[in-house]
């Protein structure tokens, strides 16, 4: 599992690296185009990105926790009907937001802060925001589709949608800066239109049939509604909380300071956003996963991820805030020209202090999102506001009063502290109840070989019996283990791979269930089953038969690059 979770991170951060890369290219190309005026432009805009981005996760994120804990259960089905209802919702809401912002983008360039007195604001401002418009309900579905790939295991469709993203964007900027000179807003339009060709190419990949899901408004069920949008409220409030603090910050700074603080924020959110991909790829890889443990009710399975998770995360943010520190300067020089040597001074100290909260952050982040995984979004939507709006904000405003500017980046630092010390209490009381499973009712192998897999069918015999399981229900449980195994290892291992399967017996009252992970080749008994009975299968197939005829229900799925059988007994 520790080895899958280093996949997923990766996984993670490729897809999460899409819309802030987007603009990451747009600020860097804009600054030095357009100079610091423009920056200005982009620091008003944040809210309004924030905001996209936290509605977009309530579907997100909701259908990507529904469908783990449907896909731990085996229900593939079901699984599919939450991606669909998903999409129907997102694409309903996301034209409706897209349509208000291209008539009204006016009146929002005056409520973002625009100023009449800075020439020409409210006009760029307004024009960016209607060449954003069209790729806005681009963005909500792309989310949806990708969060459900993860489960699927294609990572190279995942991969060749971001880059063709990114390289799309990139060549619509340049020929918005040399080609159409449309300024500001050709910078938007590009952004829309690499959106636009992002979703056509996943769109094309769910269309296929063959794909395990595929959408079909046909499979749109109302009853899944509320249980997306339960899921996915922590993850809308966590954005939704990030627009507050946005606002906020730029009325701190609006209400008294220098205006060239703004270029300065700017710099630091867009550092920051690089470092957000690599936070939120181990915390959504800790999301799914944790979702998928927490359906299987595998508890020490879990904690042995949470560990992993938290050690590499915390080196790998040292590592980060000790090169951010040397290279602030030349980080700055990016957003920023060379002839604006007041800018990049206050931007290179910005970005020194706000590195420091990056150790604080990757924890507390992993923390709260196993607290979302296993299903406490009350709270995890409790801490994102306390976090991001009242500690954050709250500090800001206190330490803008003692030490001036430098008080806005310091608050990072000490909400993201106080965030990490209450999800770790909170986790500790509240995870151990959440698992109604008890250790005594849960028994793991991690078999590498055929003689390891021999001794784990001996153990669980040995186990039914010692629970007090009536002698042939134990023998059977033991067979199975015994067939399962020898099929993986005899047809499955490929030579020279590392191969491995885990086996986990689960007792839940009068049902006991067998679970089978293992990375080998891809095989479905249950269609097996048919070949067999049809007498096309290339052997007799005796294990297969004995376990379908003898089990209440088997149940094969793929995800994560995985096989993943289900045997109830």
Known sequence: MNGLFRQMVVVNIVINLIMPCNQLIDTIMTGQAYGAEALQVYALFLPVSSFLIAASCLFSKGTQITCSHFMGRGKIREAEQVLCTAACMAAVTSIAIGVLVFVFAGQLSLLLGASAEVPGQIRDMSGYLRGYAPGIPEIFLLDVLMCVLMLEGDENVLIYASVSMLITNALGNVANIFVFKMGITGMALATSFSNIVAFIYMLIYFLNKSKMFHLSIKSFRPYYVFEIIKNGTPSLTYFGSLVIRSAIMNALVLSGMDRGVLVSILVANNFAVVTDVLISGWGEAILLLEGVLFGEKDESGAKSLLTGAAISGAVVMCLITVLTFFFRVPISRLFIKA???VYITMAAR??????????????????????????????????NILTNVVYCCGFAWILTRIMGSDGLFVSYTVCYTMALVSNFVFMMLVSPKKYDISKDDFITFNINSLEEGMEASEKVYRYCMDKGMEKRKSTYLSLFVEEMVKNTVVHGFVPGHRNSMIVKLIRSGETTKISIKDNCRHFDPSRYYEKVCEGTAPDSGFGIKMIMKLSKNVVYTSSFNLNNLFVEV
């Open 350 to 383: 910005a970005l020194s202090i706000t590195a420091l909260c990056l150790v604080p952050d990757i924890l507390q982040c992993i923390l709260k999102k196993n607290v979302q995984a296993i299903g406490c979004p009350r709270y995890t939507s409790v801490t």
């Open 339 to 341: 002839d604006e040597a």
